[in-house]
């Protein structure tokens, strides 16, 4: 009967102690505080390191996005690891897919602010988009999708172009508001 009565009041101080860090995360673990980071290097080569990440491109066949992997320079900087994302895909693919950004796109910037929110700034050359509403669609979540698979600390992303806000891409999806990832187009 002891035995008992000391486990309920164990599981009762454990559980009581989980609901108390869960309900204070935020102070306990701030989401927009960014610890230094040091760019990271290959001890080997003193080479800025590599990792091999998904791309999102566009399916050959149309409508929807296909994954691409690449090796992608990584400093120890999540914005800068997410600019060279960008960069890569703005590249085009290398493999069995179709360009899902515009050929001459830059990226100007990337800031990751709290809560995961990334504000995205390329040049005016993503507004040139081809066809209608379905490349708009693949070209923007090529992007978002990109960034959220491989930067953990980007949850959603607005786009800017030159660093202002626009109201559309392709005139057909609104850009004011930032988008999550959509891996239900992903083939």
């Known amino acids: 009967m002891k035995t008992a009565a000391a486990l309920i009041l164990v599981a009762a101080l454990l559980g009581g102690a989980g609901y108390w860090v ?40 149309g409508g929807f996005l296909t994954p691409e992997k690449r090796l992608v320079p990584k400093p120890g900087d999540p914005a800068e690891f997410g600019k060279n994302l960008i960069a890569a895909l703005a590249e085009g693919p290398k493999q069995r897919a179709a360009r899902s950004v515009p050929e001459g796109v830059r990226v100007l910037g990337l800031a990751i602010g709290a809560k995961g929110a990334a504000y995205l700034d390329l040049s005016r050359e993503v507004t040139g988009l081809p066809g ?23 949850e959603s992303v607005r786009i800017l172009v030159e660093g202002a806000e626009i109201p559309t891409l392709g005139g057909h999806l609104d850009t004011r508001f930032p988008y999550a990832a959509n891996m239900t187009i992903v083939r």
């Not at 290097?41 to 491109?57: C, I, K, Q």
């Not at 209608?132 to 980007?154: D, F, H, K, Q, R």
Request: glycine content about 4%; aromatic content about 12%; hydrophobic content about 40%.
């Open 22 to 61: 869960w309900t204070h995360q935020d102070t306990l673990f701030p989401k927009g505080v960014k610890p230094a980071v040091q760019p990271v290097v290959s001890r080997f080569t003193g080479a800025p390191a590599e990792e091999e990440a998904s791309l999102f491109f566009c399916d050959p066949m």
């Open 132 to 154: 209608g509403i379905e490349a708009e669609y693949l070209t923007l979540y090529s992007m978002v999708n990109t960034l959220c698979a491989n930067v953990p600390e980007i």
